[in-house]
């Protein structure tokens, strides 16, 4: 086979006698591949009864063996040269495939690296080959997002004001069963410690937004689901009202009678950010837990923006969402129904979103993305795959510490 370079199974007589001459069959030659026009598909195929039986009839025992274990070994030795081929041949189809795609997806700035056995795109491919995705600026989309965060906060603090008035006489329906309320002693300082635990972790985010290079993109995504989130906050509580949690909350009903006593409660509410802390204390809003969406969705945007070795930043972050959620319940200021749809709803909305923001092909491929997620489709239509972790110092000075970010 060294001085034959195409496949056996394609080899015509000359070049099985060529084959048989250098294997020491010469002897053969002429029966084989004169008398019966044996080439290369039907040599391959020969078995040792059909070199003894007739039409061959080959009468040297010795010979058969040989010409019959030369032919295996051909066999063989052909079936490896086609399977790494086949693979070779498919691992190349795979890359002009993959090539097309993600031409047709971005024809400016998808492809990376192509190596032999696998494609390498940004986030896995060595930094040295890296193409780096460009990020718009896109202000306009960050402060329409952020409108359309206040006006979510406003309606939600409406809805927290009707919701009041709504609260069932407490004498008449006491606190619903509940496993983890009747499990634990109410704390009453609880409600507060969860409140310092969202500061904590809002300090921690506001640090990462001041020193990413892509804070705007945080920013909207942040404002488009926590809006997203309290829009649907909203209409739960205002579709059904649970009775209080815990006799010790003071909860007299029918207090804001008159629309302007309501929309005052509502500024109250909203500048307060409806927390103790400040003062603001709130009936109703049971459906679903607006402290534990806080909580998680600044857990998960920390731990989703901050570069992937920071452990101890990320478990630290999980703690607290952890323990801001223990807080609410041993406080007794919400049902533990509220807590676990609160922390649901946030994390599989966060994961969604960033799927579908994090795959162009995803969020593209399917027309029904823009139907049902139009605001969505809004902001990311230019913001092609995941946000990398970038940092950039916002202001001119002090300049050590911009050239130290930025380097």
Request: glycine content about 4%; hydrophobic content about 40%; aromatic content about 12%.
């Amino acid at each position: 086979m060294s001085i034959l370079y195409n496949s056996p199974s394609d080899w015509t007589i000359e070049q099985v006698e060529k084959w048989m001459d250098e294997n020491g069959f010469h002897n053969y030659t002429n029966i084989l591949c004169h008398q019966h026009k044996i080439d290369g598909e039907v040599l391959l195929s020969l078995t040792e009864d059909d070199l003894r039986k007739p039409p061959i009839e080959l009468k040297i025992l010795g010979d058969i063996k040989k010409i019959s274990t030369a032919i295996k070994k051909l066999q063989k030795e052909t079936k490896q040269t086609d399977t790494k081929n086949t693979e070779r041949d498919s691992r190349a189809r795979k890359r002009s495939e993959l090539r097309h795609e993600i031409e047709r997806l971005d024809s400016t700035e998808s492809v990376d690296f192509f190596s032999e056995n696998e494609t390498h795109i940004y986030n896995q491919s060595p930094r040295k080959h890296r193409v780096k995705h460009k990020f718009k600026v896109e202000r306009k989309k960050t402060l329409i997002g952020f409108v359309y965060f206040l006006l979510a906060l406003l309606l939600t603090s409406f809805v927290m004001t009707v919701v009041h008035d709504k609260v069932p006489d407490m004498k008449k329906y006491p606190p619903l069963p509940d496993i983890m309320l009747d499990s634990l002693p109410h704390i009453p300082w609880a409600f507060k410690v969860c409140e310092a635990v969202g500061i904590i972790l809002g300090t921690i985010l506001t640090t990462v937004l001041v020193i990413h290079k892509h804070r705007l993109i945080i920013l909207r995504r942040l404002f488009s689901l926590t809006g997203t989130i309290f829009l649907l906050r909203s209409a739960t509580m205002f579709m059904t009202s649970l009775s209080v949690p815990g006799l010790h909350l003071q909860c007299a009903g029918k207090m804001y009678d008159d629309i302007w006593s309501k929309l005052m409660r509502t500024f109250e509410i909203f500048i307060g950010m409806g927390m103790s802390l400040t003062g603001v204390n709130t009936c109703g809003d049971y459906m679903f837990s607006g402290h534990t969406v806080i909580v998680t969705t600044l857990n998960f945007f920390i731990t989703e923006y901050t570069p992937r070795n920071c452990n101890l930043l990320h478990t630290a972050s999980w703690v607290m969402n952890i323990f801001g959620i223990f807080f609410i319940l041993a406080a007794h200021e919400h049902y533990s129904i509220d807590v676990f749809v609160a922390f649901y709803i946030t994390s599989r909305l966060f994961l969604y979103y960033h799927t579908l923001a994090n795959n162009r092909a995803l969020r593209q491929g399917d027309k029904r993305t823009k139907v049902w997620f139009p605001l969505f489709t809004f902001f990311e239509c230019n913001v092609d795959g995941p946000v990398p972790w970038e940092c950039q110092w916002p202001f001119s000075s002090p300049v050590w510490l911009k050239q130290f970010l930025e380097s």
